[in-house]
């Protein structure tokens, strides 16, 4: 079983457990509460039967302070468990947006440092779920996960981001971080400073509207060779 099909396949008993303690929507913030690990797990829940990943210190063991990582880096990142999967979850609540989602306005920001040791090929990875007021998934994207190849076979994390639209429709938004074992006795998927940001864009102008500024283009153009002449 693979990390992304455990997710799935605990979503809709998660997301009902959720549903009541799901966090406001704040434009402009970053709305993945405890992304950078400073306090603990705080805020994320955990998977029935899956152990949740843990916070760790920068240092030896991990990542050291000196290694690739966050420039504003604190004490702690996200390490997996020893188990092969450690994952956990944070369930948001942006029905409130509902129109301007609705009018396609609504941008996303998703970033964050992920990565792990030497040259293992143990992983990390944050997807986020847009779901809709029925709780049926509408689409996914996945941060990560960052390689040994992309790593240079070095102990490390490394920046990674994705932009782009809610999509019509998304009443809620789930977050699920997972780190994966593939070598050795402990999960060494590491991530830190997890963020994503939602902004209110201007609406997207119709086709019917880009035939309107282009016929008043072609007016004034008219007028002003009338001037000419």
Do not use: C
């Amino acid at each position: 079983m693979t990390a992304t099909s455990l997710i799935r396949g605990t979503a809709a008993l998660s997301l009902l457990a959720a549903s009541l303690a799901a966090h406001a929507t704040s434009l402009g913030s970053n709305l993945i509460v405890n992304g950078d690990a400073e306090a603990g797990a705080a805020g994320w829940s955990a998977y029935a039967g899956t152990d949740l990943f843990q916070s760790v210190d920068y240092g030896s063991n991990w990542v050291l302070p000196t290694q690739p990582g966050p420039a504003n880096r604190g004490k702690k990142m996200f390490a997996g468990q020893s188990t092969p999967y450690s994952a956990g979850f944070q369930l948001l609540n942006v029905s409130d947006l509902s129109s301007s989602i609705a009018g396609g306005q609504v941008a996303f920001d998703l970033n964050g440092y992920l990565g792990g040791w030497q040259a293992q090929g143990d992983n990390a990875q944050l997807m986020v779920t847009f779901i809709d007021a029925a709780n049926a998934d509408i689409s996914t994207v996945t941060l990560g996960p960052v390689t040994p190849a992309d790593r240079g076979n070095q102990t490390g994390l490394l920046f990674r981001q994705v932009k782009g639209f809610v999509p019509v429709g998304t009443a809620q938004i789930k977050f699920d971080l997972s780190m994966e074992r593939l070598a050795s006795s402990d999960n060494d998927g590491y991530a830190d400073n997890l963020a994503f940001t939602l902004s209110q864009v201007g609406a997207v102008p119709e086709p019917q509207t880009y035939a309107l500024m282009a016929l008043g283009l072609g007016v004034l153009g008219a007028a002003a060779r009338r001037r000419k002449a």
